[in-house]
Structure formats: structure tokens, C-alpha cells
């Protein structure tokens, strides 16, 4: 599937970002690995595959400096001789540093935003400068990362959250400004995957996690590695800008579906009718005369 490509994956040194190295060399690619931990990235090239026009390589970057990317795309064809591009981008660099949001460091807040966004621009407008000055009539696929946490707001993750709704923003605007060099640009969404990334979740709230999930489990990085793959591959010639999930709602299967259901709203209770009541009068009054085709939730922060 991938044969004479080279893939550029970024945290490739471990969790999701390995399995898709993996996953790539498996189907003839060839893959520079691009983590900030060239040990990890070293040992990830180990565990690859190689048929004949197979190369691997491990790189030692840090996507959230210019200078590091820049070296990266750089080594491009002195690697694999002049005129080579990379013409495949996973962008699975990211991390977390959790906190409460009232108490939140400033440093903790540019730390995730700079790696899971300022990161992804930079690899994403690296590879897609060197494809549009390539002319190649392949195009290219760069694939980025947001996460379930963005989805349900998470707590503890205010950081996390905006990094990772930016990333759905960006992802879209490149599908956008992108298409006419045949370059597509998608997100998947992962839930929560077995990954060190998330190993230091407490176990009771990991079962409370699996019980929300209807598939009763966390997923494997295997799995989240072949949704990459699709995006990456011919498979998907017509996807671009769409923002996949690799995971289900948090609706619960308790029998105290209720009282479950009232834990996960921010207001911790049911609405009453003139609730709803309130929000009807605001929509057919003068109130909202500049409103319409909006969607508003009345949930207590349920939907959110
Ligand atoms: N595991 C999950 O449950 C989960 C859920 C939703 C989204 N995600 C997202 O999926 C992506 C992959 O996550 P994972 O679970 O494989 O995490 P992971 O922690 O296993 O791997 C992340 C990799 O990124 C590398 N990295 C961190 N900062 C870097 C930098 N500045 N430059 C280069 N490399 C850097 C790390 O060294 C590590 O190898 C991330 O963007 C993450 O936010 C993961």
C-alpha cells in the first residue's frame, strides 16, 4: 500500500505513534521515525520490518522548535537521495500536563500548546511547502491528533482541550487551503488508548472510563495505527478536513442511568420545562434578532 513512499511520524518513538510506524513499514513504506527521544525512536526503527527499497530512520526532534523541523524535512534527501520528499505526515507528537484551571501555570498552558499545536503547524506547513515545490502529481496525506478530551471538555485538561480543538481547527483550514495540491488533511479523534500516555490514570477511574465505553474496554494503539493508515493511503483519495472518532459516546449502560446521567452535567441536575421555556421566548423575541440557524444547547452542561 505504501510502497516508494516515505512516511514522516512524529512521537513515533512510542504509544500510537509506534504502532503506526509499524503498521506503514508493514505495507512497504518507509518511515523516519521523529521523536524528541532518539532512544525511543531508535528502538522503534528496531522493531521495522524491510523489504528491498525499504529505508527506516530515527531522528532525534522536537517538533515544537522551527530549527528541529526544519533539520528534519532537511535530512529528507540526503537520506534518501535528492529530490526525495515525505510526502506522508502523521503528526502523533503530543502530551499533556494536567491541572485544575484555576490553578494552572502559564508554563503548563504554552508547554501543550506549543508541542500539539504550534508542532503541528510547523511539521504540517514543512511537508506541505516541500510537496507543493516537489509538483508531484501524488499529492500527499498528513493526518493530526485530537482527542475525546476535546470532545467531552475534560476536566482537569483545560490546556489539553484547546490544544486539541485548535488542532481540529487547523486540520480543516489546511483540508481547505490544501486540496488544490491534491495534499489532504485529516484528524482522527482517539478515546482512550492504551498507551503510557494515559497510564497514569487511576485505575478506578480507568473502570469507570470502560464502563461508559459500550465496547467495555480501552482501545490499542493497533487499532487507532490502521485508521492512520487509512487516511494515509489511496483508500482514502476523497477524505479530506474530516475529524474521525476512534472511540463511542460516554453514555452509560448503568441501571442507575439517571443518577449517572446527572454526575456527567457540569449543573449536576435534570432541566425543568421553563428551562426550555426560557430558551423558546429568547428565540421568537426581538431578543435574538440577530440569531438564526444557531443550536442551542439547554443541558446543564451535559453537552458540552
Ligand atoms: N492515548 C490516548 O488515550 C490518546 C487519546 C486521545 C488522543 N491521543 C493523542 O494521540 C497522540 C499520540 O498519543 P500516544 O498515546 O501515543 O502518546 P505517547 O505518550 O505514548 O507518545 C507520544 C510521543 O510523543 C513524543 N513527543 C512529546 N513531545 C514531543 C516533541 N516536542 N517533539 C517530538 N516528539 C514529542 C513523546 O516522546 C512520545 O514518544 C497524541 O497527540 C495524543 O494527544 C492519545
Sequence with gaps: MFANRIAIITGG??????????????QGGSVIVADQSLANAKETVSLLGSGQQQ???????DVSKSDSVSHLFNEVPK????????????NCAGITRDGWMIDMSEEAFSKVMDVNVKGTFLTTQ??????VDSKSSNGGSIVNFSSVSAKIANLGQVNYV??????????????????????RCNAIIPGFIDTPMIRTVPEKVMEGIKKQTPLGRCGQAEEVAKAIAFFL???????TGSLLHVWIHRYSNDPNLMEGIKKQTPLGRCGQ???????????????????TGSLLHVSGGFAV
Design 79 to 90: 537520506a534518501y537521495g535528492s529530490g526525495a520528499v515525505a510526502t506522508l505526515l502523521a
Design 233 to 239: 493511503s489511496d483508500q482514502s483519495s476523497y477524505v
Design 13 to 26: 518513538g512510542s504509544g500510537i505513534g509506534r504502532a503506526a510506524a509499524q503498521l506503514i513499514a508493514k
Design 273 to 291: 420545562a421553563e428551562e426550555v421555556a426560557k430558551a423558546i421566548a429568547f428565540f421568537l423575541s426581538d431578543q435574538s434578532s440577530y440569531v
Design 162 to 183: 484547546a490544544s486539541k480543538c485548535a488542532v481540529e481547527g487547523l486540520t480543516r483550514t489546511v483540508a481547505r487551503e490544501m486540496g488544490r495540491h491534491n495534499i
Design 126 to 131: 514543512a511537508a506541505c511547502k516541500r510537496i
Design 55 to 61: 529505508q527506516h530512520l530515527a531522528l532525534e526532534v
